[in-house]
Structures are given as C-alpha cells and as structure tokens.
C-alpha cells in the first residue's frame, strides 16, 4: 500500500488500480475510505485509479491536529499526492462531499487540473446548498418502490431533525434497492470518520463568491454527473452548479441514484470515459446561480 507524507507531517494512503492514464479519485461521506468506490463501474479497465484515503480515514494515519479535517485545509494535501507522483496535470474525480474539496483545489491550482469529473457532487462550496424540500421532492419519485412507505417516514423524519439517519431511509440514495446496494450500504458504518465528517465542511471551510469567482476562470474541461433519482444534488441543482464552469459537460444518468455507478456500471463507465477522452459536449446553456443561498 503506497502512502506520501503531507505538508503538516500525516502520511496519506492512496490505493492505485487498474491501467492506463492516472485518474486521481477523492471520496464523499464527507470523510469516508475510499472503499466504498470500488472500481467505479469498470474504470480500472480504462484508467489507473489512484483512490485517496482522506487524512483519518481507511488506511491514512490521524492528524495531530483535528482542525485540519476542514475541507479546505485538505487541499493541499491533494497537492502533495500530485507532486508525490509526478504529475504536472492530473485528470481528477470526486464524489459527493469530495466535490468541494475537488473545487477547492481546482480553484487555488487550476494549471494543474486537466479535466474534473464531478460525480453527484454536493455543491456547499460555491454556495448551492441541498434543501429539505429538494430531497423530500426527489424521494417523492420513488413512491412506487415497495419499501417507500418506511423509508420515507424514516427519511421525512431524518431529514426534518425529527430522527436519526439510519439504514431505513437508505434505498432513496441508491437508484436500485437490490442486494449489491444493501451490501455496499452496509459497509459505511465501518468506513466513515464521523468525527472528521463534522469538522470537514464547519465555518471557515467555504468562501462561495471566492470559490465561483476562481472556477468561473477554470481552464479545464469539467464533467458534472447527475443522478436521475438522486436527492442531492438533484439534477436541477447539479445543473446549476455546471453553469459556474466555462467549460461544463452536464450528464443526467436515467435512473441513477447518489451512487451512478452500481446502478449501471456500462452506462457510467462510459460516459466518465467519453469525458475524460474528450468526447462529451459542452451543456448548452448556463445559468444564472447568484441566488443561491450559502451552506
């Protein structure tokens, strides 16, 4: 298992796999192994995956000091894995929470990003937060499931500080509620540091007018990866947060959930290649966001 020393002296773990051209992939919980990826639908057949152990999670040490779990403070840990393997430019992906700190990188050192994949990527850094009603209405979607009943009531209840998140609010965050679901939800509780997950997005992690204001002059081509039945970001949210890049390719998988991949691994592997090798066109059109709220 390979590992690099960060700036402040915390050695990070990093789990290469498959062939071909690096991709570096950051990992969501917030604050979760990286693990959970997998090899991202069938990635390790067209790209080396060089997945990051965030610093106190899976296999990286814990740092002396907690207050460097904040999200911005981890950017320059992404910088030293870079110069750890000897990337002028590196093709980077992130999930989920990985989104903002994949931003936050982009925005301090956009000469050395190449191309960005934003996969369902929760946009609290520039300022598009995920509301309650956003996710109530998204789940709403799924009322023909036979499991919706129970968990909506547990979701509505999580969502609305009524309750905890537990397994039963789970199937809204996955587009097929089948066995390779369940057995990748059941792997989390062993995965996620919750104390880092608490301190990584606290005050001071996120400037959204700085951060906009630097992606808005991003060089680099950015793919942003919708899920169709995901509750955050919504489609329409991952939209908007598209139109702050110059260079923007928005992709809605149908039926797709928090977690595209094991859903349909063909059709998510392929799209992130078609990317990542220049074949997906630009979104259209961009929108105006300077009314979203900050997180």
């Known amino acids: 298992m390979p590992t690099f ?73 992404v910088e030293a894995l870079r110069l750890h393997l000897g990337l002028d430019r590196m093709d980077l992906l992130a999930h989920s929470a990985g989104g903002n700190l994949a931003m936050l990188y982009a925005a301090r050192y956009p000469e050395r990003v190449s191309r960005l994949a934003l996969i369902t990527a ?20 799924r009322e023909g499931e036979p499991w919706f009943a129970q968990a909506y009531a547990a979701f ?36 996620t540091n919750d104390e880092a997950s608490a301190v990584y997005g606290s005050v001071g992690a996120y400037d959204p007018p700085a951060t906009r204001a630097a992606l808005a002059a991003l060089p680099a081509p950015v793919l942003v990866y919708a899920g169709e039945l995901d509750t955050g970001p919504t489609p329409d949210l991952a939209r908007r947060a598209a139109g702050l890049f110059p260079d923007a390719r928005f992709t809605v998988q149908p039926g797709g959930g928090h977690f595209p991949w094991l859903d349909d691994p063909e059709s998510f592997a ?11 066109a630009p979104v259209p059109e961009r929108r105006d966001i300077r009314s979203g709220r900050a997180s």
């Open 156 to 191: 509505e209840a999580a969502w609305a500080g009524r309750g905890p998140f537990d397994d039963a609010m789970m199937p809204f965050f996955y587009g097929r509620w089948d066995d390779t679901a369940r057995a990748h939800m059941s792997a989390e509780e062993d995965q």
């Open 270 to 280: 392929g799209s992130v290649t078609a990317f990542l090798d220049g074949r997906c």
């Open 122 to 141: 929760t946009p609290w850094a520039v300022g598009l937060p995920v509301t309650v009603e956003d996710r109530l209405t998204a789940a709403r979607l």
């Open 5 to 77: 020393t960060t700036p402040d002296g915390t050695e990070l773990a990093y789990h290469p796999r498959g062939e071909g051209a690096p991709l570096i992939a950051l990992p969501g919980g917030a604050m979760r192994a990286s693990a959970y990826l997998g090899d991202l639908g069938g990635l390790t057949d067209r790209r080396r995956l060089i997945l990051l152990d965030l610093r106190g999670t899976g296999d990286s040490a814990i740092p002396a000091d907690p207050a460097t779990y904040r999200c911005d403070r981890q950017v320059d840990d």
